[in-house]
């Protein structure tokens, strides 16, 4: 893939996995914004920028996005809980459910065990995904914001897999 010029939002452990990911990969990260330094999320800092990467907390996640889509920068943001986990799914009418639930559960300290439940009302089928380090999660980011580069609109991780 061509250099990109990165921004992280959110320099926590995730952030600091995102940066080593990026230079490892040759992307250049041009803007390291932290609660320090949230001021410098503005258009001149992000004018250069081709790619914004956002983990920081639900509170501030929704500006933080808000003020890259404002200024045509793409951003990939993997904070937790913006909007609430649980999504109801039409089903087909049939006899073993009327309608399944999914939901994706983040547990504790780990840094990603998600479960997704499909539950009718006689039984329950759960698949569970560890991951065993954040770099997993990290290289996902860095992927995903190599896709959005250069592209416009709202981008889902199907789209990334198709």
């Known amino acids: ?17 995102i940066e080593k990911i990026l230079i490892e990969r040759g992307h250049d990260v041009t803007l390291v914004i932290d609660t320090d330094n949230a ?30 889509i404002e200024n045509a920068t793409p951003v ?12 109801r799914i039409e089903t087909p009418a049939d006899a073993a459910a009327d309608q399944l639930e999914i939901r994706s559960v983040r ?27 954040r770099r997993t999660l990290a290289m996902g980011a860095v992927i995903a914001a190599e896709f959005l580069c250069g592209r416009q609109g709202v981008y889902s991780m199907d789209d990334l897999l198709k």
């Open 39 to 68: 001021a410098d999320l503005n258009a001149a800092n992000l004018a250069g920028v081709d790619v914004a990467l956002e983990f920081t907390m639900p509170s501030t996640a929704y500006a933080n996005i808000r003020t890259c």
């Open 76 to 87: 990939v943001s993997g904070t937790p809980g913006i909007e609430h986990a649980t999504n």
């Open 1 to 17: 893939t061509e250099s990109m010029k990165a921004a992280i939002i959110g320099y926590g452990k995730m952030g600091r996995e």
């Open 107 to 133: 547990e504790g300290m780990v840094p990603g065990i998600h479960t997704v439940t499909y539950e009718s009302a006689d039984d329950i089928l759960e698949l569970k995904h560890t991951i065993k380090n």
